[in-house]
């Protein structure tokens, strides 16, 4: 299954990608990207089955944190690169086409 | 959670449906075409009598049982102590201890494969336990409007992974 870059594919990966090592969990990367947990989790799941991101549950013991084990998400080394490189591509268009656009105004 | 059914009540459901299948079918060729000639009448409703006995037998465990659960678990908010489940599934058990099922959710996760309905009801659940309570509502329709989506592509992901092993 390919990997389709969209705007919400792009915010998790920038999220997960703002400090590669770190892990975040399902709460934290749908605050940090704006999106619903619903939204985000078949997001991380599918980037999870692309090898970019694994996950584990937090090993606690969820009577004494009084609050479910957490499911955190890090980029993989590869992931990582991967993922830079389609946050950067996805920019690249975005910027030329403002760039395009600040010429014609500029000319007109 | 999802509750697991043990084999027991899961031969019991298959029980139950082939049976009301069975009771069903001849009901509707009873209704139809009447009743064998080469049977009489007291027969034939001996068996339909007997048939959903059988069936009312076989579902009244199962399904009592499995509703049992859910309620008792809601009842004791979901804490449930002891290890989890096994696999993928046992990282699921890590959440038992989430806070009360929401039986939308459950009723959901099924439709997935079972190990990964059984995660995305943890996370779900997990993550719905941390939020405001006045963000909640908003989440779990989140979840709820992608769950399909999500099944369909778990499903696809199964069939792929199994294929791909055979070939």
């Not at chain 1, 980037?47 to 996950?55: I, M, P, Q």
């Not at chain 2, 059914?5 to 082939?18: H, M, N, Q, S």
């Not at chain 2, 069903?24 to 049977?39: F, K, M, Q, R, S």
């Amino acid at each position: 299954m390919a990997l389709r870059l969209t705007v919400q594919v792009l915010l998790v990966l920038q999220a997960l990608l703002r400090e590669p090592g770190r892990e975040l969990y399902g709460l934290e990367v749908s605050e940090e990207t704006g999106l619903l947990p619903g939204t985000a989790y078949p997001i991380l799941l599918r980037l999870e089955h692309e090898g970019w991101v694994t996950s584990r549950w937090e090993d606690v013991d969820p009577r004494a944190e009084k609050r479910p084990a957490r499911r955190y998400y890090r980029l993989t080394a590869g992931g990582a690169a991967e993922a830079s490189a389609a946050v950067a591509s996805a920019r690249r268009p975005r910027g030329a086409a403002l760039r395009g656009l600040a010429r014609e105004a500029g000319t007109a | 959670m999802l509750p697991e059914f043990p084999l027991d009540a899961r031969r019991k459901k298959v029980g139950l449906i082939l049976g009301a299948m069975v009771s069903c079918g001849y009901g509707a060729d009873v209704v139809l075409t009447g009743p064998p000639t080469h049977l009489p009448e007291f027969l034939v409703l001996a068996f339909v009598v007997i048939a959903n006995a059988g069936i009312v037998f076989y579902a009244w465990p199962a399904t009592n049982g499995f509703l049992l659960r859910i309620r008792g678990e809601r009842k004791r908010g979901g804490r449930k102590g002891g290890d989890g489940g096994s696999g993928l599934d046992g990282e699921a058990g890590h959440v038992r201890a989430a806070a009360g099922r929401r039986p939308v959710l459950c009723a959901v996760a099924r439709l997935m494969p079972a190990s990964a309905g059984r995660r995305w009801l943890a996370e779900a659940e997990s993550v719905l336990f941390e939020l405001p309570s006045g963000r909640r509502a908003k989440a779990v329709r989140s979840y709820l409007r992608s769950a399909p989506r999500l099944a369909v592509m778990m499903w696809a992901h199964r069939l792929i992974s199994r294929t791909g092993r055979r070939v």
